[in-house]
T-cell receptor, first 116, second 109 residues
Framework: EAGVTQSPTHLIKTRGQQVTLRCSPI?????VYWYQQALGLGLQFLLW???????NRGNFPPRFSGRQFPNYSSELNVNALELEDSALYLC???????????????FGQGTRLTVV | AQRVTQPEKLLSVFKGAPVELKCNYS??????LFWYVQYSRQRLQLLLR??SRESIKGFTADLNKGETSFHLKKPFAQEEDSAMYYC???????????FGKGTKLSVIP
């Protein structure tokens, strides 16, 4: 069974640019979560999508946004990139609306974003 | 603010020695607590959760509501236990997890 897949694995952007990161959940999973893992800050919750709707977002500015498609894949968009956006962006999926609290969440390998 | 604290960034133990990875949380309700692990070049994965009361790979963790702790323990460390360990919790009514900053466990042969 394929796991959670993320693309691209690495990318470099310049300050002020926009970036789109992609995530494909495990087949049958309807919930997708995005986390930012910046150096020294641990995993910070960004966004949660379920059944195509944004269900919750973390304490991040509006230039972080995303969407979930009918096939449950998801995109994370970051506008007006800043140097401090450099981080590993992790996507996770889970099988039910009980979310990560009630069902096991499976993580992707992440996308390493470097902003210069 | 609701937080998960892992006081040690790095913990080094010798093979065969006991291991205790500390985790404290600040939450007044009834949280669900988890330990996630990331081995070298592998994905972050669930190790155990307090509600299942399982022992996984010899690790156990007991939720102590009085001390608001969920320490991860193993009586005899193995080299393959070397990894990054994250404590996480989910508060009542929350569907995502809040993670600690992680502790890197290094088991010395």
């Amino acid at each position: 069974e394929a796991g959670v897949t993320q693309s691209p694995t690495h990318l470099i952007k310049t300050r002020g640019q926009q970036v789109t990161l992609r995530c494909s959940p495990i087949s049958g999973h309807t919930s997708v979560y995005w986390y930012q893992q910046a150096l020294g800050l641990g995993l910070q919750f960004l966004l949660w999508y379920d059944e195509g709707e944004e269900r919750n977002r973390g304490n991040f500015p509006p230039r972080f946004s995303g969407r979930q498609f009918p096939n449950y894949s998801s995109e994370l968009n970051v506008n007006a990139l800043e140097l401090e956006d450099s981080a590993l962006y992790l996507c996770a999926s889970s099988s039910a609306r009980g979310g990560m609290r009630n069902t096991e969440a499976f993580f992707g390998q992440g996308t390493r974003l470097t902003v210069v | 603010a609701q937080r998960v604290t892992q006081p040690e960034k790095l913990l080094s133990v010798f093979k065969g020695a006991p291991v205790e990875l500390k985790c404290n949380y600040s939450y007044s309700g009834s949280p669900e607590l988890f330990w996630y692990v990331q081995y070298s070049r592998q994905r972050l994965q669930l190790l155990l959760r307090h509600i299942s009361r399982e022992s996984i790979k010899g690790f156990t963790a007991d939720l102590n509501k009085g001390e608001t702790s969920f320490h991860l323990k193993k009586p005899f460390a193995q080299e393959e236990d070397s990894a990054m360990y994250y404590c996480a919790y989910s508060g009542a009514g929350s569907y995502q997890l809040t993670f600690g900053k992680g502790t890197k466990l290094s088991v010395i042969p």
